[in-house]
């Protein structure tokens, strides 16, 4: 297993082929990414920073994209979600508006600290459906890995929902998105097909 360290994130988000510049970006986010998901763990046990890599890597070899700004979005998707308190920070070294696609793409009860109350899900879905193209590609890939990823999750109930938002939420909006960019169309497709497969898999 390859080491999660700065030449691998690197590696990953396929930065030797681009310009001296987005080179630069790509260090000083790689940097922050290993800061920020740094202790963190997924429910299933593993280091959170697999998950944002894993969404890059899927993003590059399976549906194509090459546009580095998104890449990085990918790479730190979760960084808000997983930890806040770091907004001043991303901003200093990323910029106002890179960071505030990130708040776009993070549920509001994450960026408060605060528990889920009535109200947060509607609002949630209302960020994500306002999303622009290529933010919402990230967000489904996010989608397709964490589908990937469901049966190592001990929590059934987490499971359970996540199945349930996918098939009623995200699969729909995917659907009303695919004209938009042939990226969306790609991925639409896959989702659909891993979504319904799994749904096959698992039922009795």
């Known amino acids: 297993m390859d ?14 082929a681009w310009s001296l510049n987005e080179q630069s ?49 990918a790479l730190l998707h979760d960084a808000l979600e997983v930890a806040p308190e770091s907004e001043a920070l991303l901003v ?6 890179f960071t505030a696609r990130l708040r776009a793409m993070t549920a509001d009860h994450r960026l408060e600290q605060r528990p889920k109350s009535v109200g947060d899900e509607t609002r949630w879905r ?16 996010d989608r397709l890995h964490n589908l990937r990823d469901l049966a190592a999750s001990p929590n059934l109930d987490r499971r359970r929902r996540f199945l349930q938002t996918l098939g009623d ?9 695919r004209d938009l960019d042939p990226h969306l169309e790609t991925m639409h497709a896959r989702l659909h097909a891993e979504y319904v497969h799994h749904i096959q898999e698992v039922r009795p």
Request: overall charge negative; hydrophobic content about 45%.
């Open 3 to 16: 080491p999660l360290d700065l030449d691998h994130v690197l590696t990953v988000l396929g930065a030797a």
């Open 25 to 73: 970006r790509a260090r000083v986010a790689a940097g922050l990414a290993l800061t920020v998901y740094d202790g963190h763990t997924r429910d299933q046990g593993t280091p959170y920073l697999e998950h944002p890599l894993a969404v890059v890597r899927l993003l590059r070899t399976e549906i194509g994209l090459r546009h580095p700004e998104t890449l990085l979005l």
């Open 92 to 97: 200093h070294h990323l910029g106002g508006p």
């Open 126 to 141: 209302a960020k994500q459906a306002a999303l622009p193209p290529e933010d919402l590609l990230v967000r489904l890939a």
């Open 169 to 177: 939420f995200h699969l729909p909006l995917a659907d009303a998105a």
